[in-house]
């Protein structure tokens, strides 16, 4: 006899069947939602990173187009630039450029006059007699040196720097001199030496740029009179002329030996030891002789803000030439600052003072 399977269990196997895969379909549906939880999870913590980090850098954007970085890089360049230009303003100003004096805009204090000239006269240590000659000769002591200026808008000093041994004897002789008569430009950044008097001549024309608001500025050589009328007189006819040079025009050799066959091997006064800059016809360019030149405003405040580059030769004459040379500046040449101009009794009264 054949046996069978009861009824109950051949039902029971689709119904275990469709069980299992429910089952499956939970378990797949729990596992996607599992992952794409996940996924939720790990985008909002990279939402939440990239906001941060916006926030710490400032940034308002995790990534900019080419036209944005270019932008970018374009202002960046700009403000290295404004600031290197704030800097050399900075130091132009510290070095005298901008004008330090009042304008007198605000009512309450009337306007300095304007000096027509400020003169330098430059000495030495040991020629105190050549000062003491000069003060009795054209040059006011006390009070009319006050009225000087006042008067005439003219100051005039005697220029020296300090002893190599600074506080020696020298310095102190030029010291109690000064406090009698009170007419002296101590240069404290100078130290005193035959070949260091170019160098003496541009800090002259920075310090007096600096100091006093002048149409003009005057070097002399303390050996040399002045006429000061007639100086003021040369100087007045040339006030509507800004970028000006006056002085006796020369131009001549450029020693480039040391020493001269009529020298007696001593050492040639006018030796150049950069002969070779000013090309093969050994001469000097159009300079105004060193016993007397003067220069405006304009040139003298140029030589303040760029003292620290202005080259100096071996005199202070071609050194000052130099300067002007590559500027548009008009050479005035005036015959009356030749040495062969000076009249018999100029000279007299110098030999009598």
Not at 152 to 164: C, H, L, P
Not at 265 to 274: A, F, T, V
Request: glycine share 6%; proline share 2%; charged share 25%.
């Amino acid at each position: 006899m054949q046996s069978r399977l009861p009824s109950h269990r051949l039902a029971g196997s689709p119904f275990r069947s469709r069980i299992s895969a429910l089952m499956l379909a939970m378990l797949a549906t729990m596992a996607s939602i599992y992952v794409a939880g996940r996924l939720w999870q790990d985008a909002e913590n990279r939402v939440y990173l990239i906001k941060e980090l916006d926030r710490r850098t400032g940034q308002g954007h995790s990534a900019i187009s080419v036209d944005d970085t270019l932008k970018i890089i374009g202002c960046r360049e700009q403000q290295k630039k404004l600031s290197a230009l704030e800097m050399e303003l900075a130091e132009a100003r510290r070095q005298g450029f901008v004008s330090k004096y009042s304008s007198g805009d605000d009512g309450n204090h009337e306007k300095k006059k304007k000096l027509l000239a400020v003169i330098g006269i430059t000495t030495q240590f040991g020629r105190r007699r050549n000062r003491d000659a000069i003060r009795k000769a054209w040059m006011p002591t006390g009070a009319q040196l006050k009225n000087l200026e006042d008067q005439k808008g003219i100051v005039a000093r005697f220029v020296i720097g300090k002893s190599a041994n600074r506080g020696d004897s020298l310095d102190r002789e030029i010291d109690v001199e000064n406090m009698q008569t009170n007419d002296f430009i101590i240069l404290d950044d100078h130290v005193e030496a035959p070949e260091e008097h170019p160098k003496k001549t541009k800090l002259f024309f920075a310090h007096a740029a600096d100091t006093w608001d002048a149409e003009f500025y005057v070097k002399v050589n303390d050996d040399v009179y002045v006429n000061i009328d007639g100086l003021g007189a040369i100087l007045s006819s040339h006030l509507h002329q800004s970028y000006v040079y006056i002085g006796c025009m020369k131009s001549g050799e450029n020693f480039i030996h040391a020493y001269h066959s009529n020298e007696f091997r001593r050492g040639h006064k006018w030796y150049e030891p950069d002969w070779w800059k000013f090309g093969d016809g050994k001469s000097y360019f159009r300079h105004a002789s060193g016993e007397i030149f003067a220069i405006s405003q304009a040139l003298a405040r140029f030589v303040s803000i760029n003292r620290s580059i202005l080259r100096t030769y071996a005199h202070d004459d071609i050194s000052a030439g130099s300067w002007f040379i590559g500027l548009d500046v008009e050479h005035i040449n005036e015959a009356k600052c030749c040495c062969s101009s000076w009249s018999s009794e100029h000279k007299i009264q110098m030999d009598k003072a």
